[in-house]
């Protein structure tokens, strides 16, 4: 593998390529209580938060006070660092502790249609040997190849740290690398591609190297027909 890690352009949202982004047509309101000067609303009892559904501040009780912003407000944790693992190509780890149910980093890329998809990996993509895909909704993929967040370089594992969710806001989902277990300070990230790749064919072939007791041989999810899911 060369020393040189690969190019990409880091995008601060999504790209929708071709089309424009839905909006919303009308906020869910949540029924929280604005709390005390200082202090933060929309806990874990939030309606939204618990609908996965990211409030809007111009009609959330808790106004700047709600902490059901994550993605709007673009949290993540900050010290993450790409480096070359043994055995893994590229991978992405953290140099801080890090708390159980945070979000790490929101995984952005081109929204495109599984179409335009394909004609890259035929096309753009053809000589490549990684991809970065993330089933996005209704018939499109995050395309995280060129553009994107250092998200694109967190490896699989069978046994994970972290996993993937998928937030709403307004009319459009954001999809978070978020820790399931408190994670110390210099560990490598991993989240388990089974349930969240695209590109399942491509990654059913290949032999995982993640190191768990319970791994199950490969990175993806063992499947006969292209793309099922
Ligand atoms: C989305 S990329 C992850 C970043 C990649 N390692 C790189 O160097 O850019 C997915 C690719 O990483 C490699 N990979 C990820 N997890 C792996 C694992 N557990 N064992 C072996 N290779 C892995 C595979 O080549 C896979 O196609």
Known sequence: ?????????RIRSNIFVERKPY?????????CVRPFEGEMGC?????????????????????????????QRKERTKE???????????????????KKGDLVIEYRGEII?????????????VNEKNFYFLEYCNG????????????????????PNCHIEKWCRGGEAHFGVFASQDIEAKSELFYDY??????????????????SENCRG????????????
Not at 46 to 63: A, H, V
Not at 218 to 229: D, L, M, P
Request: aromatic fraction near 8%; hydrophobic fraction near 25%.
């Open 1 to 9: 593998m060369s020393n040189r890690k690969p190019f990409f352009t």
């Open 23 to 31: 909006k919303a047509e009308e906020d869910i309101i949540c029924q």
């Open 43 to 71: 806990g874990e009892d939030c309606i939204n938060r618990m609908l996965f559904y990211e409030c809007d501040p111009n009609c959330c009780p808790c106004g700047d006070q709600c902490s059901n912003r994550r993605f």
């Open 80 to 98: 993450l660092q790409v480096f070359q693992t043994k055995d893994r190509g590229w991978g992405l780890r953290t140099l801080v502790d890090i």
């Open 113 to 125: 249609s599984h179409q335009l998809c394909e004609e890259r990996m035929c096309t753009t993509y």
């Open 140 to 159: 499109e993929v995050i395309d995280a190849c060129t553009k994107g967040t250092e998200a694109r370089f967190i490896n699989h594992s069978c046994d």
């Open 194 to 211: 089974n349930f969240s790749t695209f590109n399942n064919s491509v990654e059913s072939e290949q032999a995982c190297h993640c190191g």
């Open 218 to 229: 490969t990175i993806g999810r063992k499947v006969s027909s292209r793309h099922a899911r």
